[in-house]
């Protein structure tokens, strides 16, 4: 089963583009906090397509917490310099939930 979930920050603002053939897409990087030391965090690259990718653009800046369901995708490249495979992770992201926006103060709610 490739199942993974993810609560985490957003590194930066996602940007909106679109594929070759019209389909809208949205890369975004999650800080996620590991569960032993929540000093420590992992950089998580992500990937969302369509309606999903346009709410995630249209409601989440720098900053804001989410919790994505989605899973694994592993591809590879070959780095011209050394002819070595590198090995590319990023999740492919099914579902959001959008958390805590820190641009929105708990008063005006």
Not at 47 to 58: Q, T
Not at 64 to 93: F, N
Request: with cysteine.
């Amino acid at each position: 089963m490739n199942d993974i979930n993810l609560l985490g920050r957003l590194t930066n603002t996602p940007e909106l583009k679109q594929s070759a053939n019209g389909r809208p897409y949205t890369w975004f990087t999650m800080a996620v906090p590991r569960q032993d030391n929540r000093k420590e965090a992992d950089y998580i690259r992500c990937l969302a397509f369509d309606k999903l990718a346009n709410a995630i653009y249209k409601h989440c800046d720098k900053g804001r917490q989410l919790l994505c369901q989605g899973r694994l995708q592993v591809s590879t490249s070959i780095d011209e310099a050394t002819k070595k495979v590198k090995y590319h992770h990023t999740v492919v992201v099914s579902s959001t939930h959008f958390l805590h926006d820190p641009n929105i103060s708990s008063a005006s709610i």
